[in-house]
């Protein structure tokens, strides 16, 4: 089947890039006069570092004309609204930290707030009453969820100037845009400068994570987590916790296990197959290489190169304090705690803390 075309709309040309120190620097911010929309793609949210375009393709924007309710705000810097029969409108607002060179986290509306209540609704009278029950409470601020202390604490690294904001959180939700509404005012409530939101009437809403540039997906559900790692979608289920966040408090602290997570589980199979035994003798043979990368593996660099701008500008201002800490926990211990250190070495990353729980193993998940 032949792909439509907009009217009038040329495939963008491939830019050249200069180097850097040997690597690539990303892509520039588009210039107004770039396409944002091409043969493969209905709507062009960025590029990647070799100009390939990325966003929501034609097939996907099919799927979305079955489906009235689908929204999505914010894509690509701009506000999109699908109008059944027409074409989409935009208005353009100023973007001065290109969503592609951000560190993006998407969440669940239901990780950052509670909506028991309303979900108990939906299950047990269905579509309609939950639909007026929403509009009945629209004004009542949700109580915060699982994932608000951590979402709070990550947009607070974003500074006052446009140029100093290399954080963004999206929300992604199931509801639709009229029943949504409830979540966008608590989100103004609370004061959270979260502009950005796909409401997409009952669908997964993680398939846009690409969209949004989103390096990892959080969700109290356990089934939509489970369902977005079955299409190789980076994601993590949020628990409840007594733990009360400090205000005052700016530092996140972040601690990542290393098998399976940031690095793949080759390793652990080892250790499953072989016993301790082998697996110490395996890690000693390949102390010096690396081991793939695990699912994790795209979000940990992200907050890693996040915590390198902290660093730099702890140097052009020594009265600053980083707000970013990384740490890993490990079941490893000596000589397996080697390969760990080559790893990151290789990927280019530090870590601030290691702490290794080496008299137990770890469990998977």
Same mark, same amino acid.
């Given at each position: 089947?032949?792909?439509?075309?907009?009217?009038? @709309?040329?495939?963008?040309?491939?830019?050249?890039?200069?180097?850097?120190?040997?690597?690539?620097?990303?892509?520039?911010?588009?210039?107004?006069?770039?396409? *944002?929309?091409?043969?493969?793609?209905? @709507? @062009?949210?960025?590029?990647?570092? *070799?100009?390939?375009?990325?966003?929501?393709?034609?097939?996907?924007?099919?799927?979305?004309?079955?489906?009235?309710?689908?929204?999505?705000?914010?894509?690509?810097?701009?506000?999109?609204?699908?109008?059944?029969?027409?074409?989409?409108?935009?208005?353009?607002?100023?973007?001065?930290?290109?969503?592609?060179?951000?560190?993006?986290?998407?969440?669940?509306?239901?990780?950052?707030?509670?909506?028991?209540?309303?979900?108990?609704?939906?299950? /047990?009278?269905?579509? /309609?009453?939950?639909?007026?029950?929403?509009?009945?409470?629209?004004?009542?601020?949700?109580?915060?969820?699982? !994932?608000?202390?951590?979402?709070?604490?990550?947009?607070?690294?974003?500074?006052?100037?446009?140029?100093?904001?290399?954080?963004?959180?999206?929300?992604?939700?199931?509801?639709?845009?009229?029943?949504?509404?409830?979540?966008?005012?608590? %989100?103004?409530?609370?004061?959270?400068?979260?502009?950005?939101?796909?409401?997409?009437?009952?669908?997964?809403?993680?398939?846009?994570?690409?969209?949004?540039?989103?390096?990892?997906?959080?969700?109290?559900?356990?089934?939509?987590?489970?369902?977005? @790692?079955?299409?190789?979608?980076?994601?993590?289920?949020?628990?409840?916790?007594?733990?009360?966040?400090?205000?005052? /408090?700016?530092?996140?602290? %972040?601690?990542?296990?290393?098998?399976?997570?940031?690095?793949?589980?080759?390793?652990?199979? %080892?250790?499953?197959?072989?016993?301790?035994?082998?697996?110490?003798?395996?890690?000693?043979?390949?102390?010096?290489?690396?081991?793939?990368?695990?699912?994790?593996?795209?979000?940990?660099?992200?907050?890693?190169?996040?915590?390198?701008?902290? *660093?730099?500008?702890?140097?052009?201002?020594?009265?600053?304090?980083?707000?970013?800490? %990384?740490?890993?926990?490990?079941?490893?211990? !000596?000589? !397996?705690? /080697?390969?760990?250190?080559?790893?990151?070495?290789?990927?280019?990353?530090?870590?601030?803390?290691?702490?290794?729980?080496?008299?137990?193993?770890?469990?998977?998940?």
């Amino acid at each position: 089947m032949e792909r439509r075309q907009g009217p009038g @709309i040329e495939k963008p040309k491939r830019k050249k890039r200069p180097r850097d120190d040997d690597r690539l620097r990303r892509l520039k911010k588009a210039n107004d006069d770039q396409p *944002w929309q091409d043969e493969n793609f209905f @709507i @062009i949210v960025g590029y990647t570092d *070799w100009g390939f375009p990325y966003g929501i393709t034609w097939e996907e924007q099919e799927q979305m004309n079955n489906d009235a309710s689908l929204f999505c705000y914010g894509a690509a810097g701009r506000h999109h609204r699908r109008l059944s029969g027409s074409a989409p409108k935009f208005t353009e607002e100023p973007m001065p930290f290109p969503i592609e060179e951000k560190f993006v986290v998407a969440v669940a509306s239901s990780a950052l707030f509670n909506l028991e209540a309303s979900d108990k609704v939906f299950k /047990e009278k269905g579509e /309609e009453e939950y639909r007026q029950y929403q509009h009945a409470h629209e004004e009542e601020v949700l109580h915060t969820g699982v !994932a608000f202390p951590l979402i709070k604490r990550l947009l607070m690294i974003n500074g006052n100037d446009p140029d100093d904001q290399p954080v963004e959180a999206v929300l992604l939700s199931r509801n639709d845009p009229d029943t949504g509404l409830r979540v966008f005012k608590s %989100i103004q409530h609370y004061g959270l400068p979260i502009t950005r939101a796909a409401f997409v009437a009952g669908r997964n809403p993680f398939t846009y994570m690409d969209a949004f540039n989103a390096s990892l997906f959080l969700s109290a559900d356990p089934d939509d987590v489970r369902s977005a @790692i079955r299409m190789g979608l980076p994601a993590a289920q949020v628990f409840p916790t007594g733990f009360v966040d400090d205000d005052r /408090e700016q530092e996140l602290r %972040i601690a990542f296990d290393f098998d399976g997570i940031i690095a793949d589980d080759s390793a652990e199979g %080892i250790y499953q197959a072989q016993g301790m035994q082998g697996f110490h003798e395996s890690e000693r043979v390949k102390a010096a290489e690396a081991l793939p990368p695990g699912p994790l593996f795209r979000f940990f660099s992200e907050l890693a190169r996040l915590q390198r701008r902290e *660093w730099d500008k702890k140097k052009r201002d020594p009265d600053y304090s980083p707000r970013v800490r %990384i740490a890993i926990v490990t079941a490893r211990n !000596a000589p !397996a705690h /080697e390969r760990v250190v080559t790893t990151l070495r290789t990927a280019g990353i530090r870590v601030d803390d290691a702490f290794s729980s080496a008299a137990s193993r770890r469990r998977a998940c």
